[in-house]
């Protein structure tokens, strides 16, 4: 796999992870895992992942040595960590087949809470808009269980503040509300689920600067719901 990195949308998780071993360095003790490059300008990690399996729905590979070959990146940050690839199943797989080799024992999934991040912004869009929005829909049975929102900046619209109090949300998208220049982006930094679930497209360092701005947000604000035992530390952009 070529080392040089590409335009894609990338999908993971967001976990709390409180070794302190640098990625590079664990990466030596797993036979599958090997470090190709760092982001210039960040600090985001990329290897290579190699799986005996496909995770991506590719074709069997018909001879014994034939194995699959998958970009994982990944950023520490203190005591939490980002892993995303092109399918949130290869950090998964990455996850289970590496767990006691890879990852610290106390390795588990760092929960948003969707639910306080939407009402937030509804109630103060200042720093990011809402761009997608998943909810549940109690009280309605088997007929209506959820409903999906998308727009530019959901919280101005007014259908979507009606029925504010009747959702439970689980899953939004977030996009800066101003730019450096002042200007209003319509672009989507990232999307993030209640489990700890991340999507965002790479597309180079400045858009890796942007998801770690709105992760630093959400963590000033209370919403990554760390356990007390965390390091503390903010989410700090290159």
Not at 44 to 64: C, I, Q
Not at 192 to 198: R, T, V
Request: proline share 4%; charged share 25%; net charge positive.
């Amino acid at each position: 796999m070529s080392s040089q990195l590409r335009f894609e949308l990338l999908s993971g998780r967001l976990l709390l992870e409180p070794g302190s071993s640098p990625l590079t360095e664990r990466a030596k003790n797993v036979e599958w895992l090997e470090f190709k490059t760092r982001v210039p300008g960040s600090h985001w990690d990329v290897f290579e992942y190699r799986a005996r399996e496909p995770l991506m729905g590719e074709e069997p590979l018909f001879y014994s040595s034939g194995l699959y070959r998958y970009r994982l990146f990944l950023r520490k940050s203190g005591g939490r960590l980002v892993a995303v690839s092109s399918r949130r199943k290869i950090v998964d797989h990455f996850m289970q087949e590496n767990l006691a080799t890879f990852f610290c024992e106390e390795i588990h999934a760092l929960p948003v809470n969707v639910d306080g991040v939407v009402r937030q912004l509804v109630a103060e869009p200042l720093r990011y808009g809402l761009t997608y929005c998943h909810a549940r829909v109690p009280g309605y049975g088997e007929s209506l269980r959820a409903i999906s929102f998308y727009g530019e900046d959901l919280s101005e619209a007014k259908l979507f503040r009606d029925h504010l109090e009747a959702l439970t949300f689980f899953t939004c998208g977030l996009r800066e509300v101003k730019t450096k220049t002042g200007k209003r982006s319509g672009t989507e930094v990232v999307r993030l689920s209640n489990d700890g679930g991340i999507s965002f497209f790479f597309g180079g360092v400045a858009g890796l600067k942007k998801v770690e701005r709105a992760l630093g947000f959400l963590r000033s604000g209370g919403f990554l719901l760390e356990n007390t035992s965390g390091s503390g530390e903010e989410w700090r952009a290159p």
